[in-house]
């Protein structure tokens, strides 16, 4: 990963956007690899082993914590291929983390990431970009805080990526759809395990704690922890 961080460095942001909308076909390469991180650990691996637990569950998709949808174009590439007509939501500011949550996380000791984080993003980048790689009937992205926009949610889901890194987000996310998730859906989080975000871990736990009655199954795999709603 070290240098794909100083790829970005060198090529200013907006420079590198413009060629990849110019040149979609640059998405697919191992360079770039439709612009998530979830490659790193099996994330990837773990989360396409859950979509196909759940290609038969009614209801659509979500990822919360969206950043530059490349998770979610992976994610409808694979419906596609198994012929599966979900809709996947991406939900994300598309400006970067809450000011305000950040510095409390940083308050808690629980992340020291940068204020900066995730703000090489736009909300149009992100629709041309699911536009150029012809998702956008797939795709809804949905900008703005959690709290804004997930009460508006009307969809029943079958799986639930919740990869919003921060504990306050991580914990309304899960509580604002565990409701809306059918049976035998799926909840999947990221950064249980991570050194970076030590927030995420303690919003699983709690969750976990908290539904424990309303689970049939539950464990870490390679990166991304599950959940399965009985």
Sequence with gaps: MNWKKAVKKIIPNNFRNSVLLAMPLFYSTKLVDYETVLRVGG??????????????VKGDIIECGSARCGTSIIMARFLLQNKCEKSIYAYDSFEGFDPDELADEHKKGFTKVAETTFKDVTYDYVKNKIK?????????????????????????????LIDCDLEESMAYCAESLWSKLNSGGCVVFDDYASGIYLGAKKAVDVFLLKHNSEISEHGMMKRLYYVIKK
């Design 132 to 160: 150029k790689l012809g998702f956008e009937h797939r795709i809804k992205p949905v900008k703005g805080y959690f709290k804004e926009t997930l009460p508006f949610l009307e969809s029943k889901l079958s799986l639930a």
């Design 43 to 56: 994330g990837i691996d773990d989360l396409i082993l859950q979509l196909n637990r759940v290609l038969g």
